[in-house]
């Protein structure tokens, strides 16, 4: 179980990102955080794993507090988080196998990381994830080779090889198409499903996030504004999250374009006539 | 429209006062100019300038035609040119990198201490042409090949560290933070996050330096450093123009050979 | 069920796929460094009586002696900076000419290959060896080095100009010319503008290239501070050496440092 006791973070340049965030997740359980850009979603997921540094508060993953650990115990942790990119973050250069391989390095030594002499057990284990996320013919692709969907399912394949007891999720679908990005969350929530794996999934996508996370935490400003299940996701509770903005008049606009849009059309359709 | 004659009848891009600091600027280089020819030409024996072009023509007609039959004694010092430059830039290589590793922000280990020190390495390294070095070093520990790799060495680790060091700055950070959020340490975030992204960039940069050290390593031999600059400077010392013919069109030829070859690989590795 | 799987992965070869060229190039470039490294032939007894020699070298450089020689110091610097400025200007105003019609899209061919040869020439040929020549007609002294530094510096500023106008956005220059401009309108008003800055820049940048140039071509009597340095090293005056090398180091700093910020300010 991830606990988050109070969590604050301010950058050295005086913004706020995060105040007093206080969060439980337990196992087996997917949450998505929404909310406006610079809402503070990234910050949030990178405190837990400490690529962001947090300013005060705690940050208890199955009984362990991850804040005040030193370099080499923080190492140990961040084996059993796994983390799932934007842009998938794949080292491009480098094969499809030693893209997932690599999310064994907390536990081989340097000098067998560095001559790519990973045990038996691990190998097999990459293949095995490489099935899983359908990939098993591209093991000695380099990873600038694959389309944008595949190089999610490396990234997700690289987060499990580590074996993790957590799985930070970074805004999967960011770069890719609609119909990609059902499959990825498909897959994700396979993923942690079968393995009874908890989640947090950073989501601009309102939708996707209704249809995919079993509990959803809205953000703003820093501050938890919205923790409840999908289905209580009202217009009222989005109002909440992303500002007052006229919901009504937005969706009459796309209704406006579209007509406006059909509209030229037929008029074409005309002139070609 | 408005009648034109209400309308400003002269344009002007710049302001006066710009106008008038540009043309200062310029009269200062042209008298800054004029001082420094005066100083530098004070100990020129203008006899000897308008003798240079009899000069030129005798030594023109000497040069001409080229004493081919030394051809042959010209290889073995090609090939010590050759050994001169690849080695020294593979010392240079093995030298600059970890010199550039410490002197880019992102794998620095002490930006305090250590990257000023790598950064002042890399530019007295650069400052100092492979001739001077050369001519240090064959004071130092005698002439022969071994000072001119050395001197070509010293030279390349401040052009490749430099080049290479821009290239680590440029590394894509989300791969790199990657690779430290699967729980790997500082070596293997080295091998894993940044190798991979710079190896290209290094070997484009090396066989760039060679292609340079090839051009350079001609003429160390005039300080005694060895190569084809010893035959280059003996024929000059018994005046046998002919023969420097024969050098110069050798050295020209290797020169291009080698431009030629390094351009060839670096579309390879691109 | 991870039985199914392969124990044992290998990465595949990535820029030579064939398996015999990479073992040919392998052996290759072995056979390459052990008949190189053989054909050295090191005194080894004269290394390692240089190590002591070395040694005061580098005590040299630690505790450089300015004063001694300060007199032969400071000529040799006065001449390699004039040499390095008047031959830049010169140079400079020389290559314009010539880069402009080393640019294909702006001259007839035939002005064009003549300019593009003259380029060639002057970039080929090396800085010592032109100076050496340069230095039997014209005897010693900084009048060669001055000389020697503007040729270089025309192959030097006549290629990258030609490049750069070579590169213009066509787009403006089209527009000028419809205009029914002269070629000299053209010029001023669509080529000057995109390319001046980079001009400038570059122009800077020989500056800096000159000066570290001018410190090599005094070892073959061109003048300037390279001359000095040869005659000290050649005297085993190594702490007089290490103050010019220090010199010559702050200098092409100071240069770097302030061409940069020059740049930054003309722009």
Redesign the interface.
Known sequence: MLELISLSKTYRTGDAALSDVSLQVPKGQIVGLIGPSGAGKSTLIRCINRLVEPSTGKIELGGVDLVTLGRRDLRKQRRRIGMIFQEYALVERL?V??NV?SGRLGYVPFWRSYL?R?D??D??????LL?RVGLLDH??K?ADALSGGQRQRVGIARALAQDPDLLLVDEPTASLDPKTSRQIMRLLTEICTERDLPAIVNIHDVPLARQFMQRIVGLRAGQIVFDDAPTALTEDALTRIYGAEDWDAMRKGDIDQAEAENDAIRQLAEVGA | MTDTASLPADWSYRSRATRLAIWTGWLA?VA??VW??Q???E???WA??GD?PR??AD?GGRMVPPEWGYLPELMLPL??TL?IA??GTLGGVVMAVPVALLAARNTTPSVTILRPIALFII??S????S??WA??LV????P???AG?IAIALRSIGFIGKLFYEAIEETDPKQIEAIQATGAGPAEVLTYGVVPQVMPALWGISVFRWDINI??S??LG??GAGGIGLK?NAS?AVLAWDQVTVI?LL??GT??VSEWISALIRR??I | ???T????????P??ITDRRLRIGLQIGVLV?LVL??G?????WQ??S???E??QR?IMGFLQPDFTSRWRDISQGL??S???T??ST?VGVLISVPIGIGAARNLVPRPVYLVCRSIVAVSR?L?E??VA??LV????F???AG?LTLTFATIGFIAKLLADDIEEIDEAQAEAIRSTGATWLQLLNYAIQPQVMPRLIGLSLYRLDINF??S??IG??GAGGI?AT??TS??R?EYDS?GAI?LI??AI??VA?YGSSYLRKFLQ
Do not use: K
């Open positions: 094969t196998m030693e391989l790519r990973f038996a057990s190998i097999q284990r990459a293949y095995q099935d093991a000695d380099r | 280089l800054l100019f420094c020819w100083v530098m030409t100990t020129t024996i000897f300038v240079a000069q030129a030594i090939w010590d050994n690849t080695l530019v007295a650069r400052s100092i042409n001739l001077i001519l240090l004071t130092i520990i005698g022969g090949l071994l790799i051009r350079e001609t003429i005039l300080v280059l000059m110069l050295i020209l020169v291009i390879a590795i | 069920m991870s039985g799987y392969p124990a044992t992965w290998r990465r595949p990535q820029i390459y190189a490294v054909s050295l032939e090191v005194n004269r290394v009586e240089g190590l020699r070395g070298f006065v001449e900076l004039t040499m400025l008047t200007v080929s090396q010592v060896i050496i020549f039997a007609m014209f005897g002294g900084p009048f001055f570290r140039e410190a090599v070892i073959v390279g340095l040869n090293i050649d085993y050496a090398l010559i180091i092409v700093m770097e």
